[in-house]
């Protein structure tokens, strides 16, 4: 799927994913949902996910916790009166150091049950939807259109949040399906 250039797209893009990665995990055996992920023998799965990511559940809580920070980014920021700007990531973590972040997020969600990872993703998909909404094209895709963006636009912090990174969670997914019929 491309990236999303505006928000007709963005918006698009977004909820098409979203649906597809529900359709593929409502889809899923049960075979497929009780058997843990396991990618260790594939020597082209070196990126720390693969082996952090051990269910759906933590693919899920994943992408909760991103949009959380987008919605928490995005408020911040809007709501601040002075010129101080406020980070996507929490203080701690920068952009070399995120993965640290990730793991820290699987910790922290190991008790929480499917059912309840799918509920809170359903709801800060909403959430996020409905805050890409309120803004205009221009705001979204214009490059420093917000001094809290840097260099970037903000329509990338919502592409990275929903359609990407939902599409990485559909091939995560697919791949384990492949693996377990």
Known sequence: MPRARNKEDLLKFASENYSNLMNLINKMSDSQMKTPFDFSDDEKKKEAHWSRDKNVRDVL?????????????????????????????????????????????????QNTSLDNAMSLLADTHQKVIALAETFSNEELFTKKYFPWTGTTDLGSYFVSSTSSHYDWAIKKIKQHCKKVS
């Open 61 to 109: 809580v994943h992408l909760y916790e991103w949009h959380v920070l987008l919605l928490s980014f995005v408020k911040k920021n809007t709501d601040s009166k002075s010129a101080i700007t406020f980070p996507f990531l929490p203080a701690q973590y920068s952009w070399k150091t995120y993965g640290e972040m990730n793991v820290e997020i699987w910790k922290r969600h």
